[in-house]
């Protein structure tokens, strides 16, 4: 009787022995499932000149380009005159000119020159920017400023605004195939200019030739 009770105590051992093995082999180990997260660092926002977004309600939303160009000035107390301008006068004004009023003063335009009265002669002058003339000189030349169509004769430029066309003062990198007539030669520093109503010039060598380039203007 005393080996059947020690055989069953022997045996109950073992059987929970053996439980404890089966449950640390199936599901002892515990399994952690780890996520990897990525830090993304962003970039400071930076300015920009190139395209400005302006939105409208209720519109699409429309991209306006502007682009800042840098005006290079001269001073004129640097300016040292190598050959003057000629100065033309004359004591009655060419047949068929036109007169424009700017600025409640009056200008006389015929042929791409502008006129004004001084003393007792018309002298030849370059004209300020914003006079508005009707029709563009003949033999103008054209020239593309921002991809935009603009026109240039004898130192003068003209955009057309309101169906008329308007002088204004050329910005640097333009290239103009000829330099006005009534241009003045300068040095500043050193270094030759050709002037023309305060824009100065320099030479540059194209395939088809000598050309003109808008360096900056005095101040």
Known sequence: MKKIILALCLFSICAYSSDIFAQKGKG?????KVTKVTKVHKSPAQKSNVAKVHKSPGKK??????????VNKYPRSKVVVVKPRKVTTYTVL??????????N????HHG?????????????????SGIRINMLPVGYHKVLVGGAPRYYYNGVYYRPVASKYEIFTPAPGIIVPVLPEYHEEVSIDGITYYEYNDVLYTTVVATDGTRYK?????Q
């Open 28 to 32: 002892g180990k515990k399994t952690t």
């Open 61 to 70: 939303t429309t991209v306006v380009k502007s682009k800042s160009v840098k």
């Open 94 to 103: 060419p047949a068929g000119y036109t007169t424009v009023v700017y600025k």
């Open 105 to 108: 003063k009056n200008y006389y």
């Open 112 to 128: 791409g020159y502008y006129y004004n009265y001084v003393g007792s002669n018309y002298v030849v002058i370059p004209p300020p």
């Open 214 to 218: 808008v360096v900056g203007r005095l």
